[in-house]
């Protein structure tokens, strides 16, 4: 996969980028990071001002149209298919960010990433040229940046050979229908708080049994509308 992040701030992304997972997908080459300064974009005869006031008013400021749109043609040029490309800009009014979507985002061949900054982007940019407008959630963040890291992990890691266990990633909390389950390792007794007998008895049968009741028991306490699309599932192949 190849990875193009348009950012005001591109230390904010390499300093992630370079590091855990999508460092090493990176250097196993699931992966390649292409990094693009905005301000390498702007006007000069504007002072490389990347932002104005908004139209009809109102607070904040917003990223000019022209040197995203600059950016990005930049980028085209370069692409495989422009057409499979995708574009994805978060944002909090976007669609919220899941498990699935990730999972379909991981086998695309090229992504590129807008971080807006500011009170968002001129919308002609969304309009035009975004596919994908995604939300981590109910919260505004001051910049695109962290947001922006958080899809491309969640995409990254479901890469085939981007991480040591692909089972791992397989039984993790959203891949299946329920909620992870707890996990203990060595020492089995640290400070009078001991690992569950079950865990160290060998029994694989048992142990599977086990971890499936507790992902039970958390996902219904915890997220009760999971639970239900579980109890549906299990009645359906019965």
């Known amino acids: 996969m190849k990875v193009h992040i348009i950012t005001p701030f591109p230390e904010m992304v390499n300093s992630i980028v370079e590091s855990s997972i999508l460092g090493k997908a990176r250097e196993r080459g699931c992966v390649e990071y292409q990094i693009y300064n905005l301000f390498d974009f702007s006007d000069k005869s504007s002072n490389k001002r990347i932002d104005d006031y908004p139209f009809g008013g109102g607070s ?3 990223l000019k149209p022209e040197p995203i749109f600059e950016a990005f043609k930049f980028i085209e040029k370069g692409l495989h298919d422009t057409n499979s490309a995708r574009v994805i800009y978060p944002t909090p009014d976007g669609k919220l960010l899941n498990q699935d979507l990730s999972y379909e985002l991981s086998r695309i061949d090229e992504i590129v990433i807008i971080n807006g900054h500011y009170k968002g ?3 002609r940019v969304r309009d035009s040229m975004v596919t994908d407008e995604l939300s981590i959630g109910d919260y505004v963040l001051t910049g ?5 890291m958080v899809i491309l992990d969640s995409i990254v890691r479901l890469i085939p050979d981007a991480i040591n266990s692909k089972e791992s990633a397989d039984l993790d909390s959203f891949s299946q ?3 992870d389950g707890p996990h203990y390792t060595r020492p089995s007794n640290y400070k009078d708080m001991k690992t569950p007998e079950i865990l160290l008895s060998g ?3 048992e142990i599977e049994k086990w ?3 507790k992902r039970e028991e958390k996902t219904k306490l915890r997220r009760p509308d999971l639970w239900e699309k579980y109890k549906q599932l299990k009645e359906g192949s019965r």
């Open 144 to 148: 695109g940046e962290l947001a922006g």
């Open 60 to 62: 904040g400021m917003i």
């Open 177 to 179: 229908p329920l909620l």
């Open 203 to 205: 029994n694989h049968k």
């Open 211 to 213: 971890f499936r009741e």
């Open 121 to 123: 982007i001129d919308q």
